[in-house]
């Protein structure tokens, strides 16, 4: 069966760090780019990193730039978001999927991350 699980989330103070974990199983993550995305209550989902399954070029919108960081770990067949300097509009349900456009792939059921003091 394939399936993608997140993990990671919860509830951190503004400027805290949470680090999203997307494991796989069922098939190899290294043969996919993955996204991450995120969609807040009312707001329309947004692609938020990705990373692709050959050279590991990434990708980041530019409302996280220089604070979310994406990683694989094909040995764990897993990929990573850490992200740092977290603020309250990072609020939001975080998916990882096997596709970097959001039209497609497999996806995740998603992890909460709740950014507020």
């Known amino acids: 069966q394939v399936q993608l699980v997140e993990s990671g989330g919860g509830l951190v103070q503004p400027g805290g760090s949470l680090r999203l974990s997307c494991a796989a199983s069922?098939?190899?993550?290294?043969?996919?780019?993955i996204g991450w995305f995120r969609q807040a209550p009312g707001k329309e989902r947004e692609g938020v990193s990705c990373?692709?399954?050959?050279?590991?070029?990434?990708y980041y919108a530019d409302s996280v730039k220089g604070r979310f960081t994406i990683s694989r770990d094909n040995a764990k067949n897993t990929v990573y978001l850490q992200m740092n300097s977290l603020k309250p509009e990072d609020t939001a349900v975080y998916y990882c999927?096997?596709?970097?456009?959001?039209?497609?792939?497999?996806w995740g059921q998603g992890t909460q991350v709740t950014v507020s003091s």
């Open positions: 069922g098939f190899t993550l290294d043969y996919y780019a």
């Open positions: 990373i692709s399954s050959s050279d590991g070029s990434t």
């Open positions: 999927a096997t596709d970097c456009s959001g039209s497609g792939g497999s």
